[in-house]
């Protein structure tokens, strides 16, 4: 996520083959309408790559953008979903022959924002 005072964010990753799975969120005091931008520019630049396919999603009531990525020699697939004033990231990160398309699919597409009674 994009660095600004004052917020957190909380992470969680696991690793599996040659691939990283992790979700991570953080509240922020205001949304910049160009948030989604600015934090995929912030993961694509971690990879040194460039975004390769790039879609906007609805998840639930809360809207955010899917991308798939590409580095020298990893690759990437998120989702950052907007949920009020979470933000939501939701990452595969790894070698292009440790990450298949089923595996992103599944952990991408599981993933369901919290509602907002539940997330206070």
Not at 7 to 20: E, K, M, N, P, R
Not at 34 to 58: C, K, P, Q, S, Y
Not at 63 to 73: Q, S, V
Not at 88 to 101: C, E, L, N, R
């Amino acid at each position: 996520m994009v660095d600004e005072p004052g917020v957190v964010v909380h992470l969680w990753s696991a690793q599996a083959g040659g691939a990283v799975f992790g979700v991570s969120y953080a509240d922020r005091p205001s949304v910049n309408p160009r948030i989604m931008d600015r934090t995929r520019d912030a993961l694509i630049r971690n990879i040194h790559g460039r975004v390769i396919d790039e879609r906007d999603i609805v998840v639930g009531a809360a809207k955010g953008r899917e991308f798939h990525a590409e580095g020298a020699d990893v690759m990437m697939a998120a989702r950052l979903i907007l949920s009020g004033p979470r933000l939501y990231q939701i990452v595969v990160i790894g070698k292009s022959d440790s990450i298949t398309a089923p595996d992103v699919e599944t952990f991408l597409s599981s993933f369901r924002p919290s509602s907002s009674r539940e997330s206070r």
